[in-house]
């Protein structure tokens, strides 16, 4: 079955840290490129951060410096490790591929910045 499982999700003080990460299922992490998109209430999703079959890693730049997309291959697995958070990265986050054509998406995970 083909599956993608977010984890590590909650709600974190601003300026602190979560690493959230997107177990995959049925398909290779390393043949394709995988993204984190998210969506806060009212808003559209937007991406977040991608990282290519050949280990290039892009992020928003409204996370730039904050955010860093890495890939364990041997757990097929992504990770999104999130610093310096701030009120404004309040939103779900979804992890996605595609595979055979068709966008594959978790369940997504919230995340929440407050004090």
């Known amino acids: 079955q083909v599956q993608l499982v977010e984890s590590g999700g909650g709600l974190v003080q601003p300026g602190g840290s979560l690493s959230l990460s997107c177990a995959a299922s049925?398909?290779?992490?390393?043949?394709?490129?995988m993204g984190w998109y998210r969506q806060a209430p009212q808003k559209q999703r937007e991406l977040v951060a991608t990282i290519t079959k050949n280990g290039d890693a892009n992020v928003a730049d409204s996370v730039k410096g904050r955010f860093t997309i890495s890939r364990d291959n041997a757990k097929n697995t992504v990770v999104l490790q999130m610093d310096s958070l701030k009120p404004e990265d309040t939103a779900v986050y979804y992890c996605?591929?595609?595979?055979?054509?068709?966008?594959?998406w978790g369940q997504g995970t919230q995340v929440t910045v407050s004090s």
């Open positions: 996605h591929a595609t595979r055979l054509g068709r966008d594959v």
């Open positions: 049925g398909m290779s992490v390393s043949s394709r490129t």
